[in-house]
């Protein structure tokens, strides 16, 4: 079992940075993949960024790359997303997940087993 608490976002202005973090509980964090979603109202939950259990590997939706930067710190046993040069797009409420699989990152929100409750990122233009 493993619980995800999300924190660090907020409103901000286009061309800003956050950095949000997805803190974990339970001692088998580092045998998981973490991966990042994003929502907004009346649309699907989309990938949007993903780290196998070492932090190795890395996967990120297009329309991210080179913008965002997903890290992990399993001593701390936390997620990251760094979100530079935010554009009024990228609006939404961020989710994380774990996926019980070291190294296989899906961008299918549905094969992951644990999900936080959500931040909400807002940015102005």
């Known amino acids: 079992q493993v619980q995800l608490v999300e924190s660090g976002g907020g409103l901000v202005q286009a061309g800003d940075s956050l950095r949000l973090s997805c803190a974990a509980s339970?001692?088998?964090?580092?045998?998981?993949?973490m991966g990042w979603f994003r929502q907004v109202p009346g649309k699907e939950r989309e990938f949007v960024a993903g780290?196998?259990?070492?932090?190795?590997?890395?996967s990120y939706a297009d329309s991210v790359k080179g913008r965002f930067t997903i890290s992990r710190d399993n001593a701390k046993i936390t997620a990251y997303l760094q979100m530079n040069s935010l554009k009024p797009e990228d609006t939404a409420v961020y989710y994380c997940?774990?996926?019980?699989?070291?190294?296989?990152?899906?961008?299918?929100?549905?094969?992951?087993?644990?999900w936080g409750q959500g931040t909400q990122v807002t940015v102005s233009s």
């Open positions: 997940a774990a996926r019980n699989s070291r190294v296989i990152i899906s961008t299918r929100r549905e094969v992951y087993d644990y």
């Open positions: 780290i196998t259990s070492s932090g190795g590997g890395t």
């Open positions: 339970g001692r088998t964090f580092s045998n998981y993949v």
